[in-house]
Structures are given as structure tokens and as C-alpha cells.
Nanobody, 127 residues
Framework: QVQLLESGGGLVQAGGSLRLSCAAS????????MGWFRQAPGKERERIAT????????WYTESVKGRFTISRDKLKNMVYLQMNILKPEDTAVYYC????????????????????WGQGTQVTVSS
């Protein structure tokens, strides 16, 4: 099971940017689709961005399209989420996740397809 550790969260003003990072524990990570999720207080965890195992295809939920970018660096065992034009409604705990099986696509995170979760990092956007 891949171990994941997020970093890069913090407090930012509306309109600002943050870059979240997710470090995987070992090289097997490079064979798994990855995703970013978030959970705001009182709400369910939301799937917001995914990237397929090869890094060639991405998916975004509508509310972050054009503002967030997911990417991965297989050599460094890292996944990133660049967040621009942040809004107060982006405030949440952000989680990195790995697919439950290798060689998956951007549908990871649906139908229970989560193999590993990170511990989460808090993002707070002030108005």
C-alpha cells in the first residue's frame, strides 16, 4: 500500500495561489492513478482532480476547472495541485489519494477506487 504525505496548505487571501504537494513512499506510486479530494466542514469529501497513471490525462470537477492544475513527477514520486484564483469556498482539508490498482485512469476515486489516503492538509481562503 502506497503511503502518502501532503504539504503546502495554509492561509491565503481570495484571489491568491497555493501549491499542494503529495509525496509517495515508494516507486510503486508511478504505476497508480492519483487524485486530490477535499472536505469542507459539515460537507462530504469531494473528488476534485485526478490524473491517470501515465500522467497523460486529467479530470477536474466543474468548480475548479480553469483554476486548479494537477500534475505528477514520477521520478520524484510526487503529485501536485496548483491552485490559482482561490475563493473562500475552496476552504477545506485537502487529501491526496492513490488508486486501488495500478494502471488506472482518471476515474480513480469513483466506485470505491481508493487504495491509499494521505493525512490531509488545511487550506483556508479568507475573503
Amino acid at each position: 500500500q502506497v503511503q502518502l504525505l501532503e504539504s503546502g496548505g495554509g492561509l491565503v487571501q481570495a484571489g491568491g495561489s497555493l501549491r499542494l504537494s503529495c509525496a509517495a513512499s515508494d516507486h510503486t506510486f508511478r504505476h497508480y492513478a492519483m487524485g486530490w479530494f477535499r472536505q469542507a466542514p459539515g460537507k462530504e469529501r469531494e473528488r476534485i482532480a485526478t490524473i491517470n497513471w501515465s500522467g497523460t490525462t486529467t479530470w477536474y470537477t466543474e468548480s475548479v476547472k480553469g483554476r486548479f492544475t494537477i500534475s505528477r513527477d514520477k521520478l520524484k514520486n510526487m503529485v501536485y495541485l496548483q491552485m490559482n484564483i482561490l475563493k473562500p469556498e475552496d476552504t477545506a482539508v485537502y487529501y491526496c489519494a492513490a488508486d486501488s490498482a495500478p494502471a488506472g485512469g482518471t476515474e480513480m476515486g469513483t466506485a470505491g477506487r481508493i487504495g491509499s489516503w494521505g493525512q490531509g492538509t488545511q487550506v483556508t481562503v479568507s475573503s
